[in-house]
């Protein structure tokens, strides 16, 4: 049973960068497919699709936070990891890891799917 | 990207059907089959309920559909149960290649 869980400090000062992991248990993070994806959800608000990856390391951004958001992988750990630069306490969330089904067809074109399964999620607290 | 737009909160009481919308553009929902819908209980992670519009993973009930009909989504729910209480999120790709969130909706089983 494919598991996923995020890790990183609870706490970060504003202007600092947030830094998360993802560990993929049950299952290769190097499986075709399957993209890796990070959606976070303020306080009391909506989801928010933060970024995705491929074990190769191609990615997917939202266009609202790309200039601020990397998304990196680790193949051999089975980890992927989220770097948020510059935060505010507007970045104040949960932030949540999940496998991100990829759609892939023959003529080479490629549509980012469901989200399945999530990591339990992880609040991360923006504040000096 | 504008999220896409589903109504704050539906009730309905046991037994009873709800139906959830969730609508976006010709660049989203209209556009593609990408359609997913997620349960989220207070303090838990989002489950996937429905994905590529009308399908259900293993172990949803069949209580649970899905359609869509233009730029516009919609979630079913049957035969309302207590445990059905909880926010749904609407998703769905977008032509820029990226995924763009519902708003959410709260539901209450009266």
């Known amino acids: 049973q494919l598991q996923l869980q995020e890790s990183g400090p609870g706490l970060v000062k504003p202007s600092e960068t947030l830094s998360l992991t993802c560990t993929v248990s049950?299952?290769?993070?190097?499986?075709?497919?399957?993209?890796w994806g990070w959606i976070r959800q303020p306080p009391g608000k909506g989801l928010e699709w933060i970024g995705s990856?491929?074990?190769?390391?191609?990615?997917y951004y939202n266009p609202s936070l790309k200039s601020r958001v990397t998304i990196s992988v680790d193949t051999s750990k089975n980890q992927f990891s989220l770097k948020l630069s510059s935060v505010t306490a507007a970045d104040t969330a949960v932030y949540y890891c999940?496998?991100?089904?990829?759609?892939?067809?023959?003529?080479?074109?490629?549509?980012?799917?469901?989200?399945?399964?999530w990591g339990q999620g992880t609040l991360v607290t923006v504040s000096s | 990207q504008s999220a896409l737009t589903q109504p704050a909160s539906v009730s309905g009481s046991p037994g009873q059907s709800i139906t959830i919308s969730c609508t976006g553009t010709?660049?989203?929902?209209?556009?593609?089959?990408?359609v997913s819908w997620y349960q989220q209980h207070p303090g838990k992670a989002p489950k996937l309920m429905i994905y590529?519009?009308?399908n259900r993973p293993s172990g949803v009930p069949d209580r649970f559909s899905g359609s869509k009909s233009g730029n516009t989504a919609s979630l079913t729910i049957s035969g309302l149960q207590a445990e059905d209480e909880a926010d749904y999120y609407c998703?769905?790709?977008?032509?820029?290649?990226?995924?763009?969130f519902g708003g959410g909706t709260k539901l209450t089983v009266l």
């Open positions: 999940a496998r991100h089904r990829f759609k892939y067809y023959y003529d080479s074109s490629g549509y980012l799917d469901w989200f399945d399964p």
């Open positions: 010709s660049s989203d929902v209209g556009g593609y089959n990408y």
């Open positions: 998703s769905s790709y977008t032509s820029s290649s990226t995924v763009v």
């Open positions: 990856i491929y074990y190769s390391g191609s990615t």
């Open positions: 590529e519009v009308s």
């Open positions: 049950g299952g290769s993070i190097s499986s075709s497919s399957y993209y």
